[in-house]
């Protein structure tokens, strides 16, 4: 389902018990849509140009930190927004995310109500800028 001029978010990640969790808790107010495969994260991307990107680091393949370089370099992405939600907990991993480009970098298990109020603070401050910005 998708909501008329709802935000949309794409979530990144190979759990599929994490996708189900985060498409149930967002998907009342936010458009949602996923993948669990780094290059399919690339082309939907693209293709869709999400407001947020939810992405786990530790994915078949490639994995989150290559995801988000790839992103950060293209500059049809490189504007989006990135989260990594993550069960890789190690300061050098969020230094790493960080430094890559990320706005967010959250670890699992995470706390449902915590994220969601993140989630929105965020979608809101993307929201402010778009309406401060327009002609």
Same mark, same amino acid.
């Given at each position: 389902m998708t909501i008329k001029n709802a935000n949309k978010i794409l979530i990144v990640d190979d759990d599929t018990v994490i996708m189900d969790f985060m498409t149930e808790l967002l998907q009342d107010e936010i458009s949602v849509s996923y993948t669990s495969e780094g290059a399919k994260a690339l082309e939907l991307g693209k293709l869709?140009?999400?407001d947020l990107i939810l992405l786990d680091v530790m994915?078949?393949?490639m994995d989150g930190f290559?995801?988000? =370089?790839?992103? #950060?370099a293209d500059p049809e992405t490189q504007h989006i927004p990135v989260v990594f939600l993550t069960g890789k907990a190690d300061e #050098?991993? $969020?230094? %790493?995310?960080?430094?890559?480009?990320? $706005?967010?970098y959250i670890t699992k298990p995470f706390d449902p109500e915590l994220i969601t109020i993140k989630i929105n603070n965020i979608l809101k401050q993307i929201t402010a800028t %778009?309406? =401060?910005? #327009?002609p």
């Open positions: 869709h140009k999400p994915m078949p393949g290559e995801v988000c =370089a790839l992103l #950060k #050098k991993d $969020i230094a %790493r995310g960080l430094e890559l480009g990320a $706005i967010d %778009r309406a =401060a910005t #327009k």
